[in-house]
């Protein structure tokens, strides 16, 4: 008999303001400890939050991009989560609870078996605990509240997945709408800026829900992946040996490759959820929703459009897009570039140039080489300065390394092409004179001898010829 | 100038009659005196008010005062205080030093009035007696063996035996208005989110609300000047254009609709009380206003609704008290949670533990929706019954407590019967309205009776004008406790 594997994300994606989420202390991540905490994150007495406006923006943004307006409560509410835990300094999280800022949307996730929406149940704002460091000291714990209050939005999603490749495409294209195309979130999952918690049961086809565990703070795709490929097992083997699954909480070990209970339902807290009345419910009105709209970043759909446009091939496009910073850079190398010149500098973006940022681990918005340059680069040739072998494997290099100009290294490398036919036909002479062989060859029908006669035009030339002009002379030379 | 008001005491300040630091001294002087009898403060700093005195005559010199300059006000040691103690009344704050400045005392500050000291209050505001402080309790300055009312007992009893000019307190559930009416000064509670509530140490966020103590309504007015005002850091701060609470003081009262609640008239009202403020109410007749029955029918549920949504809210509040990273710490434990344990259950006393407890439980799951859930649709309907009331009264008047000061020790043992002296403030607190009350005569043992008036949302410059009207026409508020006058 074959079972079915049921699947909900929760994922915490960590805002990107600067500031936290109800006080004005630094979000930064990696500061010494306790040195981004301010009055209110350590809760000193009588201190009170403040909404981030910014966060409630970020998670409007989100709501337009998972269904729209309509997901966008108009009203919500702030509630108190409480427990006690040391790097919990109020002893309570503020969360939403009953009336989250988002509600609904949907994430459509590409499998192997084709295309698929996975429902949204809601996406609510809330603050970061701190963090306890157990390590570093003997018998005692390290506080560190830096992290604490800072941003999250909670995505929870329904229980819609049905095995680890599809929680893990609906986590990636989560990702990537949040730090991609919304940017609301660094998606720095080492970091963790963006972090699942995976929702695990088992079933008969059709039958009812099982019951669930929940795998907390997976902070990797493969994590997310081996996590319930790994639950899943341990709950079928449980079941077909006769037992029950128990509802609980469970950690992942990524040494051990094995997940581990927490606790169970029974010790489970009565967080005692209610509105915190220190904060006014959540007032969104359709205006600010308007303007929250009117800045949202161009969709990276708008922007593959364009670059077919520019007279990009769409599936070319798509590489384009793989970012917003790469889209954002294809763009303004393409604007203002003559359109039969775009597919040459598409090439040079995915090719050499994704290469060298490859190699030096560089985003493409710290690349060493402008679209300026690329343009320029481009021109040349174009104009048949140089020759396009020339500008990817000296210039493009020479650019990378901050050698100057474009014009500058054509002329100290000496790169120009000579164009001029006597020259070209005297080498091409000689070169004929001295290859008898390959002469005869090419006459016998053997079209590689061409290619290898071509080459040693170059080679007498340093690459300099132009290479449709050796082509040319050489042809009339050997039909003659 | 023991008895003067605080615009007496502006004038003489200004006129180079007396200077800041002398006017300090003399009140140090008095609390140097009566503290070790009435235990009305917990922290006197002399040197620390002096510097600031010292300031103030500077800024005196300079002409560039305002009304409050060089006055000493005593604050309740539930505003964080920067380089003071700050206790909350509590064992668990005991070593807690103010980081920082609450809103109230940066205005208080920034208008260049003295800080005398801070005064001692039930522990986390919660106590209508000012029994529960960790400091032990505060005494009537009327008669040392009664409450002063709480929790801002140490700040009523500071004015009323002419300690302090004036004081702060917070009013949660009449923590204001009950020990003016107790210890015979008048008290205002404004408006929830008139005042900021940033700095001020939580007891249940959305009643919490501090406010001025002091000898007449006029001076209410001139505290409030200071005290009120938008502040961003605490959400629920209401944003609106700054008034002068006394640009109505003078006018006269012919017309005002006085609404009377048959409510707070009834049954639990001592005699003594309610023949001082039915004579109260002849005087604002005199004064050309009119009576007006009505009602606020669930005016009764009251006291059950404010005790599941205070304690509710305090549970959460008093979390962060927990012995990590400032406060009391319990010295031994085994693990964690013991820690916690130890640390709580020696830090709170007994009541603060029992509000906490009944928080917990209201809230938890399977209570939430027949406790706190109830409670605040009753909360809807009190506030309702208000407003219907003000479509036909302009004030509502009544007494602020059933009763005139118990003895010390008489109530301790029965919370309820000790809930019950808020019966007739818990409701604008409910509500969020503004309330004050003003002495209006003495009753049992010769112990003063306070007269309870509610105003309608930011009303203030309208109630503290029946006030003062009602305070011209009377002397209550210019009696003053005998055996400790100067």
């Not at chain 1, 409560?73 to 989250?100: T, W």
């Not at chain 2, 522990?123 to 309790?137: D, H, I, L, R």
Request: glycine share 8%; net charge neutral.
């Amino acid at each position: 008999m074959n079972w079915e594997i049921v699947i909900g994300l929760e994922t915490h994606a960590q805002l990107s303001t600067a500031s936290k989420m109800f006080s004005g202390a630094s979000t930064a991540f990696g500061a010494p400890p306790n040195t981004q905490a301010s009055a209110v994150d350590i809760a000193l007495p009588g201190v009170l939050p403040v909404a981030n406006k910014g966060a409630v923006e970020r998670a409007i943004r989100f709501g337009l991009a998972v269904g729209g307006e309509k997901l966008i409560n108009r009203r919500s509410v702030f509630a108190r989560k409480n427990y006690f835990y040391p790097d919990l300094p109020k002893g309570y999280q503020i969360s939403q609870y009953e009336l989250p800022i988002v509600k609904g949307g949907e994430i459509r996730i590409l499998t192997k078996s084709g295309e698929k929406a996975i429902r949204l149940t809601r996406a609510h704002l809330e603050e970061d605990a701190g963090k306890s460091l157990h390590e570093a000291f003997q018998d005692m714990s390290g506080i560190d509240l830096n992290r604490a209050g800072v941003p999250l939005l909670e995505i929870v999603s329904e229980p819609d997945m049905r095995s680890a490749e599809e929680a893990v495409a609906y986590a990636r294209a989560l990702h990537f709408l949040v730090v991609e195309e919304i940017e609301i979130c660094d998606g720095n999952m080492q970091e963790g800026s963006f972090r699942c918690d995976a929702n695990v049961s088992v079933r008969r086809p059709g039958g009812p829900l099982g019951t669930r565990a929940e795998i907390k703070n997976l902070n990797s795709f493969r994590f997310l992946e081996r996590a319930i490929e790994f639950d899943a097992k341990r709950q079928i083997e449980i079941l077909e040996g006769g037992g029950k699954i128990m509802q609980e909480t469970r950690l992942y070990d990524p040494d051990r490759d094995e997940t581990r209970s927490l606790r169970t339902k029974e010790e489970a807290h009565d967080y005692r959820y209610f509105p915190d009345p220190d904060l006014p419910p959540l007032v969104v009105k359709g205006e600010w929703i308007r303007q929250v709209k009117d800045t949202m970043p161009e969709s990276l759909r708008e922007r593959h459009k364009k670059i077919v446009f520019y007279g990009v091939a769409a599936q070319k496009a798509d590489l384009h897009i793989a970012s917003r910073n790469s889209s954002t850079f294809a763009l303004s190398t393409f604007a203002g570039a003559p359109k039969e010149e775009v597919p040459t500098l598409s090439n040079w973006i995915l090719g050499p140039l994704s290469a060298k940022l490859n190699e030096e681990n560089l985003d493409i918005r710290d690349s060493k080489v402008s679209p300026d340059q690329l343009r320029e680069l481009s021109k040349r040739v174009a104009d048949g300065t140089i020759s396009a072998t020339a500008a990817t494997s000296v210039v493009l290099p020479a650019l990378w390394e901050k050698e100057g100009p474009v014009d500058e290294i054509i002329e100290r490398r000496g790169l120009k092409q000579i164009s001029d036919a006597g020259a070209i036909e005297k080498i091409v002479d000689r070169v004929l004179a001295s290859n008898a062989k390959r002469v005869e060859d090419y006459r016998a029908g053997k079209e590689k001898a061409f290619n290898s006669l071509v080459g040693q035009v170059m080679k007498e030339t340093k690459g300099k010829a132009n290479p449709a002009q050796v082509n040319e002379i050489l042809k009339r030379k050997l039909a003659g | 100038m023991l008895n003067a008001s605080l615009k007496e005491l502006a004038a003489a300040l200004a006129q180079k009659k007396i200077s800041s630091v002398e006017l300090t001294r003399l009140f140090l002087g008095r609390v140097a005196k009566l503290n070790g009898s009435l235990n009305a403060f917990i922290t006197v700093d002399a040197e620390k008010s002096l510097s600031q005195a010292r300031a103030a005559d500077e800024r005196i010199a300079q002409g560039a005062t305002q009304p409050l300059t060089g006055i000493p006000v005593a604050h309740k040691d539930i505003f964080v205080t920067r380089g003071w103690l700050t206790t909350c009344g509590s064992k668990i704050l005991s070593n807690f030093v103010g980081p920082y400045d609450a809103h109230v005392i940066e205005r208080f500050n920034d208008a260049g009035a003295v800080i005398l000291g801070k005064t001692n209050m039930d522990e986390f505001a919660m106590g209508s007696s000012t029994e529960t402080s960790f400091y032990g309790p505060v005494k009537n300055p009327w008669n040392p063996a009664y409450v002063p009312g709480g929790s801002s007992g140490g700040s009523a009893a500071a004015v009323a035996a002419r300690m302090a000019p004036a004081a702060t307190g917070t009013d949660t559930g009449g923590s204001i208005r009950q020990p003016a009416a107790l210890s015979g000064v008048s008290g205002l509670k404004p408006t929830y989110g008139l005042v900021s509530r940033y700095g001020m140490i939580a007891f249940a966020s959305s009643l919490d609300q501090g406010g001025p103590l002091a000898k007449s309504a006029e001076d209410l007015a001139l505290l409030l000047n200071a005290m009120a005002g938008f502040d961003a850091r605490d959400s629920t701060s209401v944003e609106r254009v700054a008034e002068d609470y006394r640009r109505e003081l003078d006018k006269p009262l012919a017309g005002l609709r006085i609404g009377v609640p048959k409510e707070h008239f009834g049954e639990g009202l001592a005699g003594d009380v309610g023949r001082a403020v039915e004579a109260a109410l002849e005087e604002f007749e005199k004064l050309g206003a009119k009576r007006v029955p009505i009602g606020l029918p669930n005016s009764g549920l009251s006291v059950p609704a404010y005790y599941v949504i205070a304690p509710a809210e305090a549970s959460s509040n008093l979390s962060r008290f927990d012995g990590v990273r400032y406060g009391h710490r319990a010295k031994e434990y085994r693990d964690l949670a013991d820690m916690y344990r130890r640390t709580r259950a020696e830090g709170f006393g007994a009541e603060v533990r029992r509000r906490i407890l009944i928080g917990t439980y209201v809230l938890s799951h399977g209570y939430y929706d027949a406790y706190y859930l109830k409670a605040q649709k009753i909360r809807r309907l009190i506030a309702n019954d208000f407003v219907e009331a003000f479509k036909r009264c302009d004030v509502v008047v009544g007494p602020t407590s059933p009763t005139v000061a118990f003895k010390i020790g008489a109530k301790a043992a029965d919370p309820v019967q000790m809930y019950l002296n808020d019966i007739y403030t818990i409701p604008a607190n409910l509500a969020g309205l503004p309330g004050l009350s003003v002495p209006c005569g003495f009753g049992r043992d010769s112990l003063p009776v306070g007269l309870h008036i509610v105003g309608n949302y930011f009303s203030e410059a309208k109630m503290l004008n029946v006030a003062h009207q009602y305070q011209k026409a009377t002397d209550w508020h210019k009696r003053e406790p005998a055996g400790i006058q100067p």
